[in-house]
């Protein structure tokens, strides 16, 4: 979430047991590769290795209340749709584990309420890829296309608040090789990384 405001808004506000942020100071949120259902993702992920159990307790064993398209749907909903902010969705083709079914779905729910939503989706792209394989396959700048996405989604929020965008952080020195990792190891970690 681009959160905007004082510093006692950008911290975390503690209501009810749960955590929350006034939405009219969310000025953008990004949502990559999510379980936006988790009803239906709760056997995927249980086969994928994440016991259901455990999957339960991660959501207080409420998936109703962390579930986004069913918060949408709910009529609890309505009061504060008005306040959301641009939403940017991004997933991965490849994705096993949160199927691009989740971010197709979220978008038509948010689409349905007249909310403002982007989508893209990054093709043969896993799961873990976005964060994981494809920052330590390529950190010189143009090399990871959903980084360049969400850097350019930051720079354009700034400028609509007047400050000027801070430069790209990932950019390094040309003279080391443009992998973090030999790209040999992760296409091995992608064989046995259950995600």
């Known amino acids: ?57 991660i959501f207080e064993n ?7 398209i069913l918060r949408i749907n709910d009529p609890s909903f309505e009061p504060i749709a008005n306040q959301m902010p641009p939403i940017y969705l991004m997933h991965g083709t490849s994705d096993k584990t949160c199927t691009v079914d989740n971010t197709i779905n979220l978008s038509k729910t948010l689409e349905k ?13 896993s799961h873990s890829g976005p964060i994981l394989e494809d920052l330590m396959n390529s950190i010189s700048e143009g090399n990871s296309a959903i980084v360049d996405d969400i850097v350019n989604i930051v720079q354009a929020q700034e400028l609509l608040q007047h400050r000027k965008p801070e430069p790209s952080s990932y950019v390094v020195n040309s003279d080391f090789p443009n992998y973090m990792i030999h790209p040999f190891l992760l296409e091995l970690a992608k064989l046995v990384n259950p995600f």
Do not use: Q
Request: glycine share 6%; proline share 6%.
């Open 113 to 125: 309420r007249k909310l403002k939503v982007t989508t893209k989706y990054y093709r043969g792209t």
């Open 62 to 68: 409420s998936l109703s209340f962390y579930s986004p």
């Open 1 to 57: 979430m681009i959160i905007d405001g004082p510093p006692e808004w950008t911290s975390k506000i503690k209501s009810n047991d749960h955590i929350r942020w006034p939405a009219h100071k969310i000025k953008s949120f990004i949502g990559i590769s999510g379980p936006y259902s988790l009803k239906e993702d709760r056997d995927v992920f249980h086969k994928r290795g994440l016991h259901t159990e455990i999957f339960m307790r």
